[in-house]
């Protein structure tokens, strides 16, 4: 077993690959895709990827009398939960968050690689003041290299929050990028709709989906 198939085995939640997940992404991966297709189907797809992040936090045990009588012994959702995008392209992440889980806390991460040593910089956060007790999902479309998702990941366990608490949330990722993560972050779990096939010479995935953000939010060229 290669490590990328036992990374997949514990670490990675990958959507299962139904007809419908794959003509969705074959619409969003068009490069003469409106950006209203792209918006609409990549927030379909992310929803999708919210809720399959969401499966993976802890439940308790909850009993309630249904309509007729009965006890219907089910579960309650965590409460403790705190999104975290990682800006800009996390932010599209956002809103399908918000549409399942009503009143969510929201944090900020902001990472930016430095022109110069070419390393992700941290330049911002805004994080609630009691996140070390809660479970965070860690919002970003794109997962490659791993370089900016190692750094928003250490950002969140300097404010004392646990490893295995993280579920990262992510659209597309790479096995390169996979490695990354999970060889620093054993106990961290990640979600995501696609796994490419690999990185080119400058590090964009193959087939890829373009910049997401720029595609997102309009500031494609």
């Not at 392209?89 to 806390?105: F, I, Q, T």
């Not at 993280?166 to 979600?191: D, H, K, L, N, W």
């Not at 995501?192 to 060229?221: C, Q, V, W």
């Amino acid at each position: 077993m290669t490590s990328i198939e036992a990374y997949l085995e514990k670490n990675v939640h990958l959507l299962p690959q139904t007809n419908q997940l794959r003509a969705m992404h074959t619409i969003v991966r068009n490069r003469d895709a409106s950006r209203e297709e792209f918006v609409f189907y990549t927030e379909r797809i992310i929803r999708l990827l919210v809720e399959a992040g969401l499966d993976l936090l802890p439940f308790a045990p909850r009993d309630v009398t249904t309509p007729v009588g009965a006890t219907y012994h089910g579960l309650r959702f965590a409460e403790d939960l705190v999104g975290v995008p990682i800006v800009r392209a996390g932010e599209s992440m956002e809103a399908g968050l918000r549409a399942v889980v009503r009143g969510v806390r929201i944090g900020k991460i902001l990472i930016q690689r430095d022109k110069v040593t070419k390393l992700p910089k941290l330049y911002y956060s805004a994080l609630p003041e009691d996140i070390a007790s809660r479970h965070v999902l860690l919002l970003d479309p794109m997962l490659a290299t791993g370089g900016t998702a190692l750094a928003a990941i250490q950002v969140l366990l300097d404010r004392g929050v646990v490893e295995e608490n993280i579920v990262f949330v992510t659209f597309i990722t790479v096995p390169e990028g996979i490695e990354a993560v999970c060889s620093r972050y054993p106990r961290v779990r990640i979600v995501t709709s696609a796994i490419e096939e690999r990185l080119n010479e400058n590090a964009y995935m193959l087939p890829g989906i373009g910049d997401f953000g720029d595609r997102f939010f309009g500031t494609d060229k």
